[in-house]
């Protein structure tokens, strides 16, 4: 189980979740809540599409994520699928989730000033 202490941007009231794989070849998790079966967040790394994606984070988010060393930090981005269009894919840059995969703790940290898109895609152009 991961624990939100925030929750999540739009879901404040949901702070117990998993990660569920979905395929064993797939890049794409499921981030599931515990509180409500109907959520679900898919998820992926997003260094697996942008090489040189760069998350900063201020001294208060680590000490609420227990963070002590870097080894500790796992980066994923929500994904979005349009229905029936899956060329139309795109990641939220602007909004990763940081898990501190040993501790348990998650939050997801708006990364405003480094001007990464809410929308972006993985082909074409990127909103």
């Known amino acids: 189980m991961i624990y939100f202490p925030r929750g999540l941007i739009g879901l404040e009231d949901k702070r ?5 794989k979905i ?39 680590k000490k609420i994520l227990q963070i002590e ?8 981005v929500t994904v ?13 840059l602007s909004g990763p989730i940081i898990i501190n995969s040993e501790a348990r703790m998650g939050m997801q940290v708006p990364q405003l000033e480094a001007g990464y898109p809410t929308q972006y895609r993985l082909k074409g152009e990127n909103v």
């Open 16 to 20: 117990e979740y998993v990660l569920l």
């Open 69 to 76: 060393n870097i080894r500790q930090v796992a980066v994923v």
């Open 23 to 61: 395929q064993d070849d797939s890049p794409f998790i499921l981030l599931q809540s515990l509180e409500d079966p109907s959520l679900g967040l898919l998820v992926v790394d997003p260094y697996a599409f942008v090489p040189d994606y760069n998350v900063k984070l201020e001294s208060a988010e």
């Open 80 to 92: 979005t699928i349009p229905h029936d269009k899956p060329d139309e894919t795109t990641l939220n």
